[in-house]
């Protein structure tokens, strides 16, 4: 069975815009994906540690345990041997509290992906190859999350291509989630229940070929 790490925040833990809950796991683009690569043989069990608020590497003032490098490493350990490692981390970087644009974003990004590789994992076992998906880019935030996203529209401008230089730089595998669905109308942020379908299938296909192809090295 080939175990898959999604490791994320509140768009891959399924928040519903506007609300505190949750979506099923068949309706949350992480489960969307389980299902799809098993319907393809593919005989996947998708792992989720998705965290709301969680950063890349920053604290938040107001909720412990939110900067996502700390416990990275023992994660990567416990759930060894993994065969991909997804991260899809970055909006909450540019939370109100947080004066970061896309280029120190993506320095909190490289720090992940870092700590996956050097994750002390047992020996003769293969560091995981990483999927970095930037999310989709925020618009003006509405509702109650708003005071938490002040200017997170124009801060994240350029995060793409920060997100990109850095999977390139680091030779990790690379999708914008932005290409295919957007951020809810509702609170500007999140993801609607529709866009986690569509971006859970667009997975499907990128990740059934990495599977393929990491598997025919391996032989």
Known sequence: MNHILVYGDSLSWGLIPTTRERLSFEGRWPGVLEIGLNSAEHHVRVVEDCLNGRRTVWDDPFKPGRNGAQGLAQRIESLTPLSLVVVMLGINDFQTMHQNDAWMSSQGLAVI??????APIEPGMQIPPILIVVPPLPTTPKGAIAPKFIGCEHK?????EAYKEVTAVHNCHFFDAGSVVSASEFDGVHLDADQHLILGWELVGVVSSLLKYYQRIER
């Open 156 to 160: 994240s401008q350029g995060l793409v």
């Open 113 to 118: 992906i870092n700590t996956i590789r050097q």
